[in-house]
């Protein structure tokens, strides 16, 4: 399958070009990197700086699990990113530091607050308002003329569930949600809308702060806002809000994709289907393997070299980046038995879709708990539920989510 990464020119090299629109929207290319393992290669990142990229199992294992190699881009260049595309300054100031851009000390101390406020308990509370979410979303599916799973399910509950979470009033979120909306294309940002979504959140961030702080409820905010009176991890409100708006973007698409995509690939597998419906307790492990199977992240951002560090049999040298593919280590035949199949009881599941490491997502149990309440709730209430297009018309490109999903809901249709 290619020859070894260190035997001279990568003929794969070109082809992994996320600089080139082609290389984006062409559902071959895009299946070909994403459906299993390759040497270590070179490729191009999407503003056409050169990257490493990797895509074995043990290869992404070992990038993520690496402390030399960094999440924040050197110097000054994410900020520069931003700024080139057109993100005005002050909103630059507040993604620049983030949690998924932070390293070491900084990034433990905020990650612990956050670990802290996403807790198990917390996240288990919130699932009877997640089943009452998805209950209200079908009631309004079942009236939509034309129902679509994306818009009129999976979406919308992503973004109510992360309000929930955050403890967003009702009042908010109509709005609330128009800005999700926008927020979601910050690869792509326009800026037009970019820059009022985000100030239009962070203003009502503020205000539930404040009124957080003046009379607590039993929401994220309130709990981060508790957390700042600890003075060795103080937070302070800026962090607080970026913080507020991380979730939104780290649980949303994400969250939709895995329902999506989920949905998808249960209706593709119908004795699969069938043991999910016939085994409640299954829960768990079948939506994990549908996080495998369907990786919702197709890779995770990249990580900088700091000192030369030997990936799959090549040197990352300091300043060169290094991009992983989770979708195609996750079809590493060397880590999973017949990785290509999709198998809910399947034991030995060491999936990264959540990624590894000093970054792992915060947000995994929330979204394997979102998953399991989403689909369960789905399939009882239409048992009949099939695609109203082929499949292959909607199918994710390689970084493209799913768009759309026109059901059919019921038999005689
Ligand atoms: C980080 C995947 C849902 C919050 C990550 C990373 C991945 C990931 C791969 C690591 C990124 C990297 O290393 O560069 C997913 C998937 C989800 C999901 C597949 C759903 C199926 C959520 C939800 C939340 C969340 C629901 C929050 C409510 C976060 C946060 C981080 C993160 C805060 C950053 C952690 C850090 O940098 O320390 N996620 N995620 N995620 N995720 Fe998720």
Redesign the pocket.
């Given at each position: 399958d290619g020859p070894a990464a260190t035997s001279g020119p990568d003929p794969f090299a070109s082809e992994f070009d996320l600089s080139d629109p082609a290389f984006i929207t062409d559902p071959a290319a895009g299946e070909r990197w994403l459906s299993g393992p390759r040497p270590v290669c070179r490729g191009k990142f999407a503003d056409g700086s050169d990257i490493w990229v990797a895509t074995g199992y043990q290869d992404v294992r070992k990038v993520?699990g690496e402390p030399t190699l960094r999440?924040r881009p050197p110097g000054d260049s994410h900020r520069q990113s931003m700024l080139s595309r057109g993100v005005p300054e002050d909103i630059v100031d507040m993604f620049d530091s983030t949690?998924?851009t932070?390293d070491g000390a900084d990034?433990m101390r905020v990650?612990r607050l956050?670990t802290r406020a996403?807790s198990a308990r917390r996240m288990q509370a919130l699932s009877p308002a997640i089943a009452r979410v998805a209950e209200r979303l079908l009631d309004g599916l079942a009236a939509e003329p034309e129902p679509d799973l994306i818009a009129h399910y999976a979406h919308p509950l992503?973004i109510i569930?992360?309000c929930e979470?955050l403890g967003v009033d009702e009042e908010y979120r109509e709005q609330w949600r128009e800005w999700s909306e926008t927020l979601a294309q910050a690869l792509r940002p326009d800026p037009e809308q970019f820059a009022p979504a985000v100030r239009g959140m962070a203003g009502v961030t503020r205000k539930l702060i404040d009124a957080r702080r003046a009379a607590p409820r039993d929401d994220l905010i309130s709990e981060l806002v508790e957390a700042q009176e600890d003075d060795s991890e103080r937070l302070n409100d800026d962090e607080l809000v970026a913080l507020a708006m991380?979730?939104v973007q780290?649980?949303h698409e994400?969250?939709r994709?895995?329902i999506a995509l989920g949905a998808l690939a249960l209706l593709q597998h119908p004795d699969q289907l069938r043991l999910f419906k016939e085994n409640p307790g299954i829960g768990d492990r079948a939506v994990a393997e549908l996080?495998r199977h369907t990786?919702?992240?197709k890779h995770?951002?990249r990580r900088f070299a700091t000192e030369p560090v030997e990936i799959g049999g090549v040197t990352v040298r300091p300043g060169e980046a290094v991009q992983v593919v989770?979708a195609a280590a996750n079809r590493d035949p060397a880590e999973f038995e017949h990785p290509e199949r999709l198998d809910l009881t399947r034991e030995h599941n060491p999936h990264?879709?959540?990624?590894?490491?000093?970054?792992?997502?915060?947000?995994?149990s929330?979204?394997l708990i979102?998953?399991e309440i989403a689909l369960t709730s789905l399939f009882d209430r239409f048992p009949d539920l099939r695609p109203a297009v082929d499949p292959a018309e909607i199918a994710p490109r390689y970084l493209l989510a799913m768009q759309r999903f026109p059901v059919l809901l019921s038999p005689e249709e």
């Open positions: 993520l999440s949690l998924l932070m990034h990650r956050v996403l992503a569930v992360i979470l991380v979730l780290a649980g994400t969250v994709n895995l996080v990786a919702p992240v995770t951002f989770l990264l879709g959540f990624g590894r490491g000093a970054h792992y997502c915060l947000g995994g929330l979204a979102e998953g």
